[in-house]
């Protein structure tokens, strides 16, 4: 009985270890290659589209104070503020 646990044991973790490294496999053929740049390129397009909705959030915000200066009669200081550093 006991050799039957321990060939049953030996079998999955030899199906376990040969599935991890044919997918390890897999990522270095081409194919997986092209899925992994892919990935990461569509990542970077998320952070730099991010990026620039900030900036436009930034500048949006930056044109509504001048715009409220400017009807105020006031004089803008394009400096930036001590809270802002």
Not at 34 to 60: H, K, N, P, Y
Request: glycine content about 10%; cysteine-free; charged content about 25%.
């Amino acid at each position: 009985m006991r050799r039957l646990l321990w060939l049953g044991v030996g079998l999955a973790v030899g199906a376990l270890v040969v599935r991890k490294l044919t997918q390890k496999a897999n990522e270095f053929t081409p194919t997986g290659i092209a899925t992994s740049l892919s990935q990461s390129a569509g990542g970077l397009v998320e952070s730099v589209r991010s990026f620039v909705d900030d900036v436009r959030d930034g500048m949006t915000e930056r044109e509504q104070q001048i715009h409220e200066a400017f009807e105020a009669g006031e004089l803008y200081e394009d400096e930036p503020q001590e809270g802002n550093r």
